[in-house]
Structures are given as structure tokens and as C-alpha cells.
């Protein structure tokens, strides 16, 4: 059976390797990125809605958020919506990216509102960026980060050398250039040329193209089409 290397933090990287299994591949898993609360305080304040783009932030919000939990809450995919709903929250605009949910935001609000936004500390600014250049103010509270590993596991250094990882399958930019520093530091650069590379989308195939390596890219950046052009492959 193939083996894929699986870089996303374990509790999703379980969900992953049981869609994998459909594919025939058993999982190495290999988490690049360690989420944790930045134990930031949300500042009371007249919002008129909240934003999330991720569970985490959610989850990481603490009780801080329940003075406003009647508000509207805005997510960014299914699986913060989802989250969203386990923390007693109602979401109403949920939508699968930054760029998509934007413009559905903008149209409920012609008018200037305060948004409080649940992020974390490393994100794309285009989201708040959007709406403050419509003119609505954003108090963005970064209650969640995403620290850098100090290594890959044991078992995916092992299989890495031995040469018996098939497929990589990288979510982000940041762990796709964490992942080369971490196989570099651990004399695995030259195995990685072995591996076929699949990426959420080509900024995050940058980096790995950058490392002179062949990338092939979901054609949406969410799970589903990341794992049909895992198939694709086949």
C-alpha cells in the first residue's frame, strides 16, 4: 500500500488519513505547525458582528466572546461554521475562503458596522483589509498561533530516508516552508525529489517549486480537490 505524509496537526490529520485510506494510502503524519491559544483578551466594545476564518479561533476565544455570542457570526468554511455551532454560536454568511466570503459581506452591510474578528496571528490580511477599505472598522484579536515544529516525527524521518513516502500533501505556505527547513535540517533534502508533491493551491506550491521540486496543485483550495488530485495521480 502507498504511504502519504500527512504535515497538518494531528487531531486533523486523523480526519485526513481515514479519507486517505479510500485512496489506498496508509498516513505518516507528521504535524509541521503546533496551534495554540495566544491567550489575548477580546476588549469589550460595541461590535455588530464577528468573524472567524478558523475553529481554532473559536475555540481559543475562551469565555471572553460570551457577551456576544447573540450577535451575528460570520465563518470562513464549514468546518469553523460547524465549530462555531459546538461553542453555542448561530453562523449566518458561511463561506469556503477569504475571497468568497468578502463580497457577501459587504453586500448585508452597506454601511459601515464594527466587525470583532476571531484570527489568529499568522493570516492573509485581504479579509480585514477588504472591509476596512469599505469603511468598516475591525478590532482583529489574534487569540490563536501556529508555532513551528522543532522537527519532523521519528517515523516520518524514517520513512522519508528509506524512501517510502509516495505523496506529500502540503496546506499552507508556511508548513510547505517549514517542512523543507525541517527535512533539510535533518539531511532529507535530497529524498524529497522522490515524493510527489500535491499543494492546496499554487501559493502554496511556491516555496516547494522554489526547492526545484514538481508540484501538482488542487484545482480549489480545499481538502476534497487537494484528494482528487492526490487520485489524479494514481
Same mark, same amino acid.
Given at each position: 500500500?502507498?504511504?502519504? *505524509?500527512?504535515?497538518?496537526? %494531528?487531531?486533523?490529520? *486523523?480526519?485526513?488519513?481515514?479519507? *486517505?485510506? @479510500? ?23 460595541? +461590535? ?12 481559543? =476565544? ?5 457577551? +456576544? ?25 458561511? =463561506? ?20 470583532? +474578528? ?25 487569540? +490563536? /498561533? ?8 521519528? /517515523?516520518?524521518?524514517?520513512? *522519508?530516508? %528509506? ?22 535540517? =535533518? ?13 492546496? @493551491? ?13 508540484? @501538482? ?5 480545499? /481538502?476534497?480537490?487537494?484528494?482528487k488530485a492526490v487520485a489524479a495521480l494514481l
Amino acid at each position: 500500500m502507498r504511504r502519504a *505524509l500527512v504535515l497538518r496537526g %494531528a487531531e486533523d490529520a *486523523l480526519r485526513t488519513a481515514e479519507k *486517505l485510506k @479510500s485512496l489506498r494510502f496508509t498516513s505518516v503524519v507528521s504535524p509541521v505547525l503546533e496551534f495554540g491559544a495566544t491567550g489575548a483578551r477580546v476588549p469589550p466594545g460595541a +461590535y455588530d458582528a464577528v468573524l472567524a476564518s478558523s475553529a481554532k479561533g473559536i475555540d481559543c =476565544a475562551g469565555t471572553d466572546t460570551e457577551p +456576544y455570542k447573540a450577535l451575528p457570526l460570520h465563518a470562513v468554511g464549514a468546518k469553523t461554521a460547524k465549530g462555531a455551532v459546538e461553542r453555542g454560536w448561530r453562523p449566518d454568511i458561511v =463561506a469556503g475562503k477569504a475571497e468568497a466570503i468578502l463580497p457577501l459581506l459587504l453586500a448585508r452591510y452597506p454601511a459601515p458596522v464594527h466587525f470583532l +474578528y476571531l484570527a489568529g496571528r499568522d493570516r492573509q490580511a485581504a479579509l480585514e483589509a477588504g472591509l476596512r477599505g469599505a469603511g468598516h472598522a475591525v478590532t482583529a484579536v489574534d487569540v +490563536y /498561533e501556529a508555532r513551528a515544529a522543532e522537527a519532523l516525527s521519528d /517515523e516520518a524521518r524514517a520513512a *522519508l530516508a %528509506a524512501g517510502e513516502i509516495d505523496v506529500a500533501l502540503h496546506y499552507s505556505r508556511r508548513s510547505a516552508e517549514i517542512f523543507l527547513r525541517l527535512a533539510a535540517s =535533518a539531511g532529507l533534502a535530497p529524498q524529497l525529489g522522490r515524493v510527489v508533491h500535491v499543494a492546496l @493551491s499554487k501559493d502554496v506550491a511556491a516555496p516547494l517549486e522554489a526547492a526545484g521540486l514538481s508540484v @501538482s496543485c488542487a484545482q480549489a483550495p480545499d /481538502e476534497a480537490h487537494l484528494l482528487k488530485a492526490v487520485a489524479a495521480l494514481l
